[in-house]
């Protein structure tokens, strides 16, 4: 019996996909450079199923000795998947990146760990200033047409400690968010320092988010933060309430 037209189609796309993957990286990445201007590689070798960089720029972040190998399995749920090694700041960092064959990012698996003052400086909140070191897995991310994308996953912040423009001990802060119809749900703890926090937080794609918490005072804290709690929280046998809304 003679193959369908179908057959030597998928024969001939997989024949050219493996071909494509299997070429030198530094030779086919320009290729690609025009529809990624955000992304710079250095230092590339091997090919783009498996192979690295010294140094991949995605402004504002900067990751060293990176590595990457494909993941073809994924092609069959409709992904192009690639599962990323480097390092951030010195400290290593993973995850699975790519797209949809419609085109859309892929993000998931996200693993690592950065300072928490880095963190706020790549946001743009260079005001203020922190101190101890965030943790983080981001299991999955979804992507809107437009807007901020939702994100399901946990993050731990130890040593916890907010230095400037006041001085307030934290401890350690965990928070574990959740996606609810392309909404970034989640809920947050922070035990062992000046201010013992449960609260219940929402970011929408818009940038839009809430911050409904309730908050005790455990030890001495600034007296910039004792007015803003005394002025826009409600306080009710030893505990602070505070619904807190706002846009990015």
């Known amino acids: 019996m003679k193959p369908g037209w179908r057959s030597v189609l998928v024969g001939t796309v997989a024949y050219l996909l493996f071909l494509l993957m299997a070429a030198p990286a530094a030779k086919v990445w320009p290729l690609f450079q025009s529809q990624l201007k955000d992304i710079q590689l250095a230092g590339i070798e091997g090919s783009l199923w498996s192979g690295k960089a010294a140094q991949l720029d995605v402004s504002p972040l900067q990751l060293k000795d ?48 950065i300072s928490a003052n880095d963190l706020f400086y790549w946001l743009g909140l260079k005001q203020v200033q922190l101190d101890g070191q965030l943790d983080f897995h981001i299991e999955d991310v979804e992507w809107p047409e437009s807007g901020l994308p939702a994100m399901a996953g946990n993050a731990w912040w130890s040593s916890a400690r907010l230095v ?65 709690l005394s002025t826009f929280a409600e306080y009710k046998d030893g505990n602070y309430s505070l619904d807190w809304a706002d846009k990015l």
Do not use: C, M
């Open 66 to 113: 990176v590595r990457w190998s494909f993941r073809p399995f994924d092609l069959f749920v409709g992904r192009a998947v690639f599962k990323i090694h480097g390092q951030l700041q010195a400290q290593r960092i993973k995850a699975k990146v790519g797209s949809t064959l419609l085109g859309r990012p892929y993000l998931s698996d996200l693993r690592g760990r």
């Open 164 to 228: 400037s423009p006041v001085e307030l001990v934290l401890g350690r802060a965990q928070l574990e968010t959740q996606i609810e119809d392309a909404v970034t749900r989640g809920k947050l703890e922070t035990i062992g320092g000046a201010l013992l926090v449960q609260a219940d937080v929402e970011l929408k794609p818009d940038g839009a988010y809430r911050f409904n918490a309730n908050i005790q005072q455990k030890g001495d804290v600034p007296q910039a933060v004792s007015k803003f």
